[in-house]
């Protein structure tokens, strides 16, 4: 059976800046943090997060799931909070209020510096390769948290330094392989066509194999084909490491083809969580991200 709709309104005052007893100090995990989400099958557990940026709200009140093996997509209006939720699940933000749940831990604030250890790996909006590196390099990046020989060991060339770059330069090529980016592993990634740039990307955040993975507007400015194709490297890394997907895209024929469940924002609110049967057929979702009333032909249309 499939989990019902459950739609959220917003307010009639509309937004407005938190109050600031709901104030909580950026910190490291709360204290009891509790195993129940790994318990429950849960990867990420976002409960009633809210931030502001002085008076204006980022978002407020956002309560997220996404379990093991799960793509869910968060949609909505530019400027509905989306990138800041990402931004504040992976620490760059800190939250006025709420927690975010990775795992067994919660967090007032998500600690950036700790993201490879707690399995969890992002694209960003906008590029962010190393231009000069080559595709290989950059993808190896990814391994950087990973490493565990020194640099006296890397230099001194010892067994276990060449025993780890082996390893990694064969889990780049494993990568590199499954993303069809092998006959341009040794170009500068800078040089690649922008389609081929965001794959690069995405391999830079597969190669440690996290368990969550979040990704930011990865099929941004692609052409049609290039989106089919990214969309079936996303859903061969799903099935292939069973991580948890976090997806923001605004195309919406996208998001319905590749989506276990969908999350609508809008103004920073919750308005909708469901399949993306029942948030197609939302009237408030169709409000709200398309500006139309029928919700069919609007869909239909995106």
Do not use: C, W
């Amino acid at each position: 059976m499939q989990p019902a709709l459950r739609p959220v309104r917003p307010g009639r005052e509309g937004l407005r800046p938190l109050p600031r007893s709901a104030a909580r100090p950026a910190a490291v995990p709360v204290a009891g943090g509790s195993p129940r989400g790994d318990r429950a099958g849960l990867v990420l557990s976002i409960e009633g997060l809210s931030l502001a940026f002085g008076g204006t709200v980022a978002f407020a009140e956002i309560d997220l799931a996404v379990g093991a093996g799960e793509i869910h997509a968060v949609i909505g209006p530019n400027g509905a909070g989306k990138s800041s939720l990402i931004n504040a699940v992976t620490g760059l933000y800190a939250p006025q209020a709420g927690r975010v749940r990775i795992g067994a831990e919660a967090f007032a604030r998500v600690p950036a510096g700790r993201l490879a250890a707690l399995g969890v790996a992002r694209t960003f909006q906008n590029l962010a390769l190393f231009a000069g590196l080559s595709v290989r390099d950059n993808v190896l990046s990814g391994l950087a948290a990973a490493r565990r020989a020194g640099l006296g060991a890397q230099i001194l060339g010892l067994r276990s330094a060449r025993r780890e770059a082996l390893a990694h330069r064969d889990a780049a090529e494993a990568v590199i392989g499954r993303l069809g980016l092998g006959a341009v592993a040794d170009r500068p990634a800078g040089r690649l066509p922008y389609g081929l740039q965001k794959r690069v990307e995405l391999g830079r955040a597969l190669v440690a194999r996290p368990r969550l993975l979040l990704l930011d507007e990865p099929m941004a400015g692609m052409t049609a084909t290039e989106k089919a194709e990214m969309t079936g490297f996303i859903r061969a890394a799903r099935e292939t490491s069973g991580a948890a997907i976090v997806l923001i895209e605004h195309d919406i024929g996208v998001v319905m083809r590749l989506s276990d469940r969908v999350t609508v924002l809008d103004h920073g609110r919750r308005i909708a969580t469901g399949t993306p049967a029942q948030v197609q057929a939302d009237p408030a979702v169709i409000a709200a991200y398309l500006g139309l009333a029928d919700g069919d032909a609007a869909m239909d249309a995106a």
